[in-house]
């Protein structure tokens, strides 16, 4: 499957943003859908993942609370609506594509389709 993520940009700390992951495909409703972020100087880190068949987001405990992921077959499409930004958000977002039973959520190598990513700056 291919993705193209979209939806970055610079905001101010306290601020929101909503990314968009978009599919090509007629298969995207049994893919699990992550989303990971890299900073600058580090290495790539989960952020959020949703299943193909438990539909029940998972998160990484820096973003619960904060992030909410979801999904629309219909549009195969997933979203990142990300509320009260800090600038430790700061990274590019990634989305991600895997196949297989829904676990193992936050394991880069669980993925293996990958879209362009997209900068998200939040300014201090």
């Known amino acids: 499957v291919q993705l193209q993520a979209s939806g970055g940009g610079l905001v101010q700390a306290g601020g929101s943003l909503r990314l968009s992951c978009a599919a090509s495909g007629r298969t995207f409703s049994s893919y699990t859908m992550g989303w990971f972020r890299q900073a600058p100087g580090k290495e790539r880190e989960f952020v959020a993942a949703?299943?193909?068949?438990?539909?029940?987001?998972y998160y990484a405990d820096s973003v619960k609370g904060r992030f909410t992921m979801s999904r629309d077959n219909a549009k195969s499409t997933v979203y990142l609506q990300m509320n009260s930004l800090k600038p430790e958000d700061t990274a590019v977002y990634y989305c991600?594509?895997?196949?297989?039973?829904?676990?193992?959520?936050?394991?880069?190598?669980?993925?293996?389709?990958w879209g362009q990513g997209t900068l998200v700056t939040v300014s201090s």
């Open positions: 949703i299943g193909w068949t438990v539909f029940i987001p």
């Open positions: 991600a594509a895997g196949r297989g039973v829904d676990s193992d959520y936050g394991r880069v190598g669980r993925y293996a389709d």
